[in-house]
């Protein structure tokens, strides 16, 4: 069972932040947009139809009067410094999520204050009293359950957090927390296509099948809605000397100075946590000031932590003990001695660095000598890179350039593209397609007409002059006409500037039922009709 947590949940947080440092009334409608899209907005706002995930210029146009704010990670952390502090006077060992949401292991309070319904109506009168700021409080196994429970108010009983999140929508795994953000929302859209409506939907798959189609990200997601906890509780207490620590002379009483400190610490720490094959999970963030002032915070991460995202909370939690509000927890001296101390750490594997997206950079610099030095040997062309590229034919998605060219798309990927084919896909598509024959269940040729329909229903599939395989399930047909005006533009005859002509193509989908005689199970293809012949575009395994 995953350890029980209360969570302490203030709503619209980037709002309330953004808010109170524009110096705006609680009722009036106010959003926080980054990179032209709505991340946040208040009660207000979403009364008059702005939603999240909406374009800036719409959420204007729903509400003409909506006070538009920028996007600030520093702000909503300093402003939430207040919140922290009270939960801390009532409850030791507060760890912070992000700005907005912090966790308390629940069985100290409960005891203390006689049971978990009482603890946590003691915290919101904290919160409340404290620092003027509206909360929810909610408790349950593991922290997803106890940050859904928190967005409804609820106690979820021990061991009923699977219960509990089970007949809710399968949107609310955006409320699974991270070391960073992360857009679930084609991962939702898929689900939904799929059928898979629920948590409880979502939690049924086998993990080998998520893991395998979706990825690391979905089955953290999977693990969460099946009420387990996000990471395994593998609490270790570090060696003494693995804190890092610097004696700042002069002491600092600016952020921007603290930064550079703060830098040089992560990347120590994650040194010596690398030489000892260790990851951090739980990150102690201590400061002493000239006047001996003694402040400590815990920031928690859901992933092991990287050395820039070390820094940033670093820098985060030093805006907020140098720049608290009303009085509140502000050092009286600049901070003379900063440290680091990694509360909780996980194996290094459970960090997993990109090939060519290292934090560092360090496996860059290696991936770059070695593949220069193969191109040296080889020839240019024996390492090449794909790159994302417009069209609405799967050949077209990916081009290969050589290592170190420029790695600019031919076309714009971001282009709606009308008629490509749409999230999943193929995970084989073939250099060139395969040839194939597909049946009807007289073992007659399968056709398009005119108007792009089947001329029966396929009901076995012959791929390269193979054996033949029957159709369990297919879906379609899909045509996809393309530069259909080319001729029309040129009065019945292409343009000189125009070569490529015209291509009208059909897709089906076609899911093979196992073979028995090669034992190779279910497999799904992509069909493409074009020119009076069936090919195969792609495979889904």
């Known amino acids: 069972m995953a350890p029980r947590r209360l ?7 980037p709002v309330v932040a953004a808010s109170r440092a524009a110096g705006l009334g609680p009722r009036e409608p106010a959003a926080v947009c980054h990179a032209n ?37 520093n702000r909503d952390a300093r402003a ?9 006077e009532l409850v030791p060992g507060v760890e912070v999520v992000r700005p907005g949401l912090v966790a308390v292991p629940v069985r100290g309070p409960a005891r203390y ?27 349950a196994d593991g922290l997803f359950a106890a940050v859904l429970a928190a967005r409804r108010g609820m106690v979820v009983e021990p061991g009923r957090s699977r219960d509990f999140l089970a007949p809710l929508a399968v949107e609310e795994v955006d409320q699974l927390v991270g070391p ?30 998520v893991a395998t189609r979706f990825g690391t990200d979905a089955l953290l997601a999977h693990r969460a809605a099946g009420g387990r906890e996000e990471r395994p509780v593998r609490r270790r207490r570090p060696p003494p000397d693995l804190v890092v620590a610097e004696h700042l ?7 921007d100075s603290a930064a550079f400190v703060a830098k040089v610490l992560a990347d120590r720490l994650h040194a010596e946590l690398a030489a000892l094959g260790l990851a951090c999970t739980r990150l102690g963030i201590s400061a002493r000031t000239e006047h001996g002032e003694e402040l400590h915070r815990v920031w928690r991460c859901a992933e092991p932590l990287t050395p820039a995202a070390t820094a940033d909370r670093v820098r985060w939690q030093l805006d907020g003990w140098l720049n608290a509000r009303g009085g509140e927890q502000r050092p009286t001296a600049g901070v003379s001695v900063l440290g680091l101390r990694p509360e909780e750490v996980v194996g290094a594997g ?3 660095l990109d090939l060519l997206d290292s934090a560092t950079g360090e496996a860059d610099a290696r991936a770059g000598r070695a593949f220069a030095r193969v191109q040296g040997m080889l020839g ?10 417009g069209g609405r034919d799967l050949r077209d998605r990916v081009r290969f350039v050589r290592w170190g060219d420029e790695r600019r798309p031919a076309l714009d990927p971001g282009r709606p593209w009308p008629g490509r084919l749409p999230a999943p896909s193929p995970s084989v598509v073939p250099e060139a397609p395969w040839p194939a024959e597909v049946l009807d269940a007289e073992d007659r040729p399968v056709g398009v007409t005119a108007r792009h329909r089947l001329t029966a229903e396929p009901s076995r599939v012959v791929v390269s002059g193979g054996r033949s395989r029957a159709v369990s399930r297919w879906a379609g047909p899909w045509p996809v006409a393309e530069r259909w005006w080319a001729e029309l533009l040129a009065g019945g005859a292409l343009a000189p500037a125009s070569q490529v002509p015209p291509r009208s193509v059909v897709r089906v989908q076609v899911v093979l039922d196992p073979d028995a005689d090669s034992d190779e199970g279910e497999v799904a293809l992509l069909l493409v009709h074009e020119d009076g012949r069936w090919w195969v575009q792609g495979a889904y395994r």
């Open 113 to 139: 204050f006689g049971s978990e319904e009482t603890a946590a109506e003691r915290v919101v009168d904290q919160v409340e009293a404290r620092a003027d700021v509206e909360c929810q409080v909610g408790i």
């Open 7 to 13: 969570v302490v949940w203030c709503p619209d947080w």
């Open 180 to 209: 960073r953000e992360v857009d679930r929302s084609a991962l939702v859209d898929l689900l939904r296509r799929l059928g898979i409506r629920t948590l409880g939907d979502f939690a049924a798959l086998a993990p080998s099948d």
């Open 37 to 73: 899209r709505v991340v946040a907005c208040s009660a207000t706002a979403r009364a008059s139809g702005v939603r999240r995930g909406m374009r800036r210029r719409e959420a204007q146009s729903r509400c003409p009067e909506l006070v538009v704010c920028e996007h600030d990670p």
């Open 380 to 389: 240019p062309d024996a390492v090449l890179t794909g790159v994302p590229d």
């Open 80 to 88: 939430f410094e207040p919140v922290v502090v009270a939960v801390e």
């Open 249 to 255: 002379d002069p002491p600092v009483e600016r952020v």
């Open 350 to 352: 459970a960090l997993q």
